[in-house]
């Protein structure tokens, strides 16, 4: 078996004791061994972990892959707009090539910036692009390919019969979940009710049961998208999934910033987990969700960075930042402390994506997804704080080395499998021409 030694780091466990152990973590097949002082002995891989945090890696719960070709070209909109003069139209216009550069584009700055496992929901077509780059790039992933059935103000290529939609995802869910050794699963990701017919979502919710199946959407972002929801239902986002059987300890909602306390109260019966996404609600002036009080209800909510298109940044480190001083701003210093932001980046992650039993902390027997931050730059000392230190003081730079599945994939901040340069080479390629299809 394959053995990783992790060595000489101060280890941040994230376990539910909150254990910070000085030492070396021991990796076998995948799996992290042990945790502590370890001897030396032989190993086929050994990281250098010396003024370092040894830490599981972050899961962002709310990406789009297929939209980091788009970072830039869709700036200073509010969401409608946003959504149908920029993105839809360049969602319509991807090819399976210039879907691969997005996604290779992603996951080389996501694993460069400590991100080991992302929910991503992508377009309406060519979705097998995504999953085959994902797969073959060594981060863990659910993936979703976007639905939509309902809305006269999506173009043409993105619009598809209910039955077409659903047929194309169990498709997908059939040949993908589970893949590369379990590192790929597939979710439904109908994109939002604004743009899915009654039907559609009622279908999802009875599919989801049925095979245990995440489903990944967007609610109560803004105003003006309740607005419409409410005009064609009667009903606010959460009591209207609540409505059709869609709301269940499988539903995965990004952002919830305008939510009710009737609404809150659906999250936390049926168990809703809140994908929070700080950095995307400023810069497309959302508002600022009510995450403290969520999270008292023992709602479950994770971050995540949203895409490139609403954020620029894909860097996990500025979202745990934001959601701590938005909520200090919200409700006063310390409402959000930053060893939550942590939880949050970590084990609600985990526990969103229904894989609280194998990743989200630094424990024996658990997938080793893991990351190691160097300590050793001015801006991080003296660094009393391990959790201050990561939520207010460091970056995506940072991080030395990153691990997914026992597999070193970032060394000495350089990807393995990846070579940045070619990969953003040929991103600028792609989204040159997009941009021509498109007629942006």
Not at 57 to 86: E, S, V, Y
Not at 214 to 243: C, D, L, P
Not at 348 to 371: F, Q, T
């Amino acid at each position: 078996m394959a053995s990783l030694l992790i060595r000489g780091g101060t280890v941040l466990t994230m376990n539910d004791r909150l254990d910070i152990v000085d030492g070396d973590v021991l990796v076998r097949d995948g799996r992290i061994e042990a945790v502590g002082r370890i001897d030396a002995g032989r190993h086929d891989t050994v990281l250098d972990a010396s003024a370092a945090l040894v830490m599981p890696g972050f899961i962002q719960t709310h990406i789009h892959l297929c939209q980091t070709l788009f970072r830039g070209a869709a700036d200073d909109l509010a969401l409608i707009d946003w959504l149908r003069t920029r993105i839809w139209p360049m969602e319509a216009a991807h090819t399976p090539a210039s879907l691969r550069a997005s996604a290779r584009l992603a996951v080389c700055e996501l694993l460069s910036s400590g991100t080991t496992s992302v929910l991503t929901m992508e377009t309406v077509h060519d979705t097998e692009a995504v999953f085959e780059e994902v797969a073959a790039s060594g981060m863990r992933a659910v993936v979703g390919k976007c639905l939509m059935d309902e809305d006269a103000a999506v173009p043409r290529r993105l619009l598809q019969s209910a039955r077409e939609a659903i047929d194309e995802s169990l498709d997908l869910h059939r040949r993908w979940d589970g893949a590369a050794g379990g590192r790929i699963r597939a979710a439904f990701a109908p994109r939002f009710a604004v743009s899915c017919s009654q039907g559609l979502l009622e279908e999802v919710g009875a599919l989801s049961s049925r095979h245990d199946v995440i489903v990944h959407t967007h609610a109560s972002e803004q105003q003006a998208e309740i607005a419409i929801v409410e005009r064609r239902t009667g009903k606010r986002n959460i009591e209207y999934f609540e409505a059709i059987g869609l709301a269940s300890e499988r539903l995965c909602v990004a952002h919830c910033v305008w939510v009710d306390q009737h609404e809150q109260d659906i999250l936390a019966s049926r168990r809703v987990k809140v994908l929070h996404c700080p950095g995307s609600n400023l810069k497309l002036g959302s508002g600022l969700a009510p995450i403290a009080e969520l999270r008292r209800r023992g709602i479950s909510v994770s971050l995540g960075a949203d895409g490139a298109a609403c954020n620029n940044r894909l860097d996990m480190f500025e979202e745990m930042r934001l959601a701590a001083v938005l909520q200090a701003v919200r409700l006063g210093p310390g409402a959000l402390p930053a060893r939550d932001a942590v939880w949050m980046a970590t084990r609600e992650g985990a526990r969103a994506l229904g894989l609280e039993a194998e990743i989200g902390s630094v424990e024996p027997g658990k997938r080793a997804d893991l990351i190691v931050v160097g300590l050793d730059r001015p801006h991080l000392a003296p660094g009393g704080d391990p959790y201050s230190t990561l939520v207010y003081a460091a970056r995506g730079t940072d991080v030395r080395h990153t691990v997914v599945d026992g597999e070193v994939l970032v060394r000495d901040s350089c990807p393995v499998r990846l070579d940045p340069a070619e990969v953003t080479a040929g991103a600028r390629r792609e989204a040159a021409a997009l941009l021509v299809r498109a007629g942006i």
